[in-house]
C-alpha cells in the first residue's frame, strides 16, 4: 500500500494559513476497543503482537511488524532493535517515517508521566506552594521510584515538576494529585485529555504509571504525549534539565534555627545526562523514562540536528543489556537523522480533535500554568537546564551546543495546537570527548 500523502509544506511564518488547514489534517481516528480491566490486560505481555490494532495515523501503522518505505538511498534500518515496538517520527511534521508495532497496547511504565504533566502543567502556577500532609503520599506503589518529598514540608509546584521529569517520582505525582482533586479526578482528567489527543489506544489507572490491571498504551501514543508536551514551554525545559536543587527536610541548626536542606536530583534520561555505557546524545533535549516489572524499559526522546526535530518511542526491548532501551534509541535517532527527508512516511502522527478550532493569538510563548514570569515550571532558581549544565567532571561533563534559533511561534495553549511549526527548543547538548 502506498504511504499516506505528506502534508503539504506550510510557511514558518504564516500562522493564519496553518490554522485554517488544521482542519483538513487530521484523519479520522479508528482504534481497536479500549482494553478491559481484567487481570490479562496488564500481564506481562506475548511476544506476539495482535493482528488487529488502531489504524491511526495510517493503516500501516496498524499492521504488525516493521513498517517502512525502504527505496535508493534510504539506509537500512538498525538489524539490533529488539522492543516490541517503536516508532521514529518528525516532530514538527509528524510525519512516521518507520515504525514497528506502532499501536501494540503495553504496559507504558513512566513515560505514561508525559501525559500527567501535559494534562496537569496548565493547572497551577510554579510558585504555587502546597504543604504536604500524609493523605498526599497515599496509595504510592511498592517500590515506586521517588524524589524524597517529606510529609508537614512545604514545596512549590515548580520543585514537584522538578522531582517528576528528573527522578520519575512517584511521590511528587501523588501530591500533585492530590492537589488536583486526588487520584481518582487525576485519571479521569488524563484518559480525558489522551481522548483529545486522539491517543485511543491509552487507558489510564494510576497516573504516575505505576504497574495497574488494564493499564496500557503504545508507542504511537506516547510519541503523541511527547510531540503535546513538547510545544509548552515549561514541560520542555523540565525536560531538559539534567540536574537541579531539591528541597529536603528542615532541621535545627547549630544555634537553634530552623534550616531546610537541599540535596541534588539528576535526570534519570541516560541520553541526557550520560552514563558509563551511554554518551550523551548529541542534540538530545528530552523526553522521559520508564522501567517497571511489567512494562519492562519504555522511554520516549526528542533530539534536533541539522534542523530535523525527531521524536523515537522505543517500549520493552526483548534483550537484557545494560541500558538497552537507550542504546536502540540512540541507533532509531540515528536512522532517522540519516534517513529523513529520503525516506517516504508509513503514516502522521495525528493533531488533537480540537486542533481545527485553535485560535491565534493564545499565550503566544507556549507557557502553562498562569504564572506571569516568563514561563510557569520554567527551570530557575536551584535547577540547570541543559544549557547551563556545568560539566559534572573534567572529562565527561555536559557541554553546551546546538543552540535552536528561530522565529517567535505560537504554540499549544487555550486550546492552540500547530504543526508544521519550529519548537524554541532548549539549548541541546553533546558529550565531551571522554579519554
Known amino acids: 500500500m502506498p504511504a499516506p500523502k505528506k502534508t503539504a ?3 514558518l511564518l504564516v500562522t493564519s494559513a496553518i490554522l485554517s488547514s488544521l482542519a483538513l489534517a487530521a484523519p479520522a481516528a479508528v482504534a481497536a476497543p479500549k482494553p478491559s480491566d481484567s487481570p490479562s490486560a496488564s500481564a506481562s505481555p506475548s511476544a506476539t503482537p495482535p493482528a488487529s490494532m488502531s489504524s491511526v495515523g495510517g493503516a500501516r501503522l496498524g499492521r504488525p511488524g516493521t513498517q517502512v518505505n525502504l527505496a535508493s538511498g534510504v539506509p537500512v534500518l538498525p538489524k539490533d532493535v529488539s522492543a ?19 499501536h501494540w497496547r503495553l504496559a507504558p ?22 504543604k504536604v500532609v500524609p493523605a498526599d503520599l497515599a496509595g ?37 494529585s492530590a492537589m488536583n482533586g486526588g487520584v481518582e479526578n487525576t485519571v479521569k482528567a488524563m484518559n480525558e485529555h ?50 537541579a536543587k531539591f528541597p529536603g527536610q528542615t532541621k535545627k541548626g547549630k544555634k537553634g534555627k530552623k534550616v531546610r536542606e537541599s540535596f ?29 516489572t511489567n512494562a519492562g524499559a519504555t522511554f520516549t526522546g526528542v533530539a534536533e540536528r541539522g534542523g530535523k526535530v525527531l521524536l523515537v518511542t522505543v517500549m520493552n526491548p526483548e534483550k537484557s543489556g545494560h541500558n538497552e532501551v537507550y542504546k536502540e534509541t540512540a541507533r532509531l535517532f540515528d536512522w532517522g537523522f540519516k534517513a529523513a527527508g529520503k525516506v517516504q512516511p508509513v503514516g502522521e502522527l495525528v493533531p488533537p480533535k480540537g486542533a481545527a478550532q485553535a485560535k491565534p493569538g493564545a499565550n503566544p510563548s507556549g507557557e502553562a500554568g498562569g504564572s506571569g514570569d516568563g514561563g510557569s515550571g520554567t527551570a530557575g532558581t536551584g535547577s540547570k537546564p541543559v544549557a547551563g549544565a556545568p560539566a559534572a567532571d573534567g572529562a565527561g561533563g555536559i557541554g553546551t551546543a546546538l543552540g535552536i534559533t528561530g522565529g517567535v511561534l505560537v504554540l ?20 565531551r570527548t571522554r579519554p
Do not use: C
Open 140 to 176: 504510592i506503589g511498592v517500590g515506586s521510584s521517588m524524589v524524597g518529598i517529606k510529609e508537614e514540608e512545604t514545596y512549590t509546584v515548580h520543585d514537584l515538576w522538578l522531582g517528576v521529569f528528573l527522578r520519575s517520582g512517584n511521590d511528587a505525582v501523588h501530591v500533585l
Open 264 to 292: 541534588e536530583i539528576q535526570n534519570t534520561n541516560r541520553l541526557l545526562a550520560g552514563d558509563a555505557d551511554v554518551p550523551v546524545y548529541e542534540g538530545i533535549a528530552g523526553v522521559k523514562n520508564g522501567n517497571t
Open 84 to 102: 516490541r515496538s517503536w516508532i521514529v517520527a518528525d516532530a514538527e511534521t509528524g510525519d512516521v517515517l518507520a515504525a514497528h508495532n506502532a
Open 109 to 130: 511504565a513512566s513515560t505514561l508521566k508525559m501525559l500527567f504533566a501535559d494534562t496537569l502543567l496548565p493547572k497551577f502556577p510554579s510558585d504555587t506552594k502546597h
Open 9 to 11: 509544506r506550510r510557511s
Open 412 to 431: 499549544l495553549a487555550g486550546g492552540a495546537f500547530l504543526v508544521n511549526r519550529r519548537w524554541p527548543l532548549p539549548d541541546l547538548v553533546r558529550r
Open 194 to 243: 489522551a481522548e483529545e489527543l486522539q491517543a485511543l489506544d491509552t487507558h489510564v489507572v494510576s497516573p504516575d504509571g505505576y504497574d495497574a490491571e488494564g493499564q496500557v498504551s503504545s508507542a504511537y501514543d506516547l510519541t503523541l504525549f511527547a510531540r503535546s508536551g513538547m510545544q509548552k514551554k515549561d514541560f520542555r525545559e523540565y525536560a531538559s534539565t539534567v540536574r
